[in-house]
């Protein structure tokens, strides 16, 4: 079983559309929990880290559920500049090696 | 702001040949991560480096590869005799500290292709 699991897509959405992503992690002793974005080509950057009373920035709501190992990132209102590839990333061990999915791309549409 | 910079952007080589790719952290930072991303792959972990030792490693990070810090701003990768299956984006990443919170900021990356 992966590490890090999501769904590849990709989601195609029309612009003004909400999305949502979710991703799975397979060892219940993760720590830490970030979404990251990557366009195509480029480095990952941090989007938003995930806490566990669930947190949002702006048109972005992050959850998480520790018991069924399950996090999810919520996009309202898309925007054409928000196409690019979700990472879901997961700190799994007393370190801060970073752990990523293999990314959920979004095409937003006009 | 601030950012990690990575040079060269591309890198051709021949296969058994050594290379060493470059970067620069942040300034105040003092935790520095290498990770390579395969075309169409996922990001992986190499290895991160503190107070001018490793850390940690992963299992890719084999006998071939080494990292250093050989001034007070550069963190280098070397490859000691490429692979073809080492062609990938190397990205270096830089945090101030090494909790489990610490955003770890992602360089633009290094394409190298061996050939």
């Known amino acids: 079983r992966k590490e890090v699991e999501q769904d590849p897509g990709p989601f195609n959405v029309p612009e003004g559309a909400t999305v949502a992503f979710n991703c799975t992690y397979s060892?219940?002793?993760?720590?830490?929990f970030f979404w990251y974005r990557q366009d195509c080509r480029k480095e990952p950057k941090l989007l938003m880290s995930?806490?566990?009373s669930g947190n949002e920035d702006g048109r972005f709501t992050a959850q998480l559920n520790r018991a069924s190992q399950y996090i999810s990132l919520l996009i309202r209102d898309s925007k054409l500049s928000d196409s690019a590839t979700y990472l879901c990333?997961?700190?799994?061990?007393?370190?801060?090696?970073?752990?990523f999915g293999g990314g959920t791309r979004l095409m937003v549409k006009p | 702001e601030p950012e990690v910079t990575q040079t060269p952007s591309h890198q051709v080589t021949q296969m058994g040949q050594e290379v060493i790719l470059r970067c620069v952290p942040i300034s105040n930072h003092l935790y520095f991560y290498w990770y390579r991303q395969i075309l169409g792959q996922k990001v992986e972990f190499l290895v991160s480096?503190?107070?001018?030792?490793?850390?940690?490693k992963s299992e890719i990070f084999d006998d071939q590869f080494s990292v250093e810090r050989p001034d007070g701003s550069n963190f280098t990768l070397k490859i000691r005799s490429t692979k073809l299956e080492d062609s990938a984006m190397y990205f270096c990443?830089?945090?101030?500290?090494?909790?489990?919170?610490?955003?770890?900021?992602f360089g633009p990356g290094t394409r190298l292709l061996v050939l």
């Open positions: 990333v997961v700190i799994s061990n007393a370190g801060n090696m970073l752990t």
């Open positions: 060892n219940s002793a993760s720590q830490s």
């Open positions: 995930v806490y566990s």
């Open positions: 480096f503190y107070n001018n030792e490793i850390s940690e």
């Open positions: 990443a830089s945090s101030r500290g090494g909790g489990l919170r610490e955003t770890q900021y």
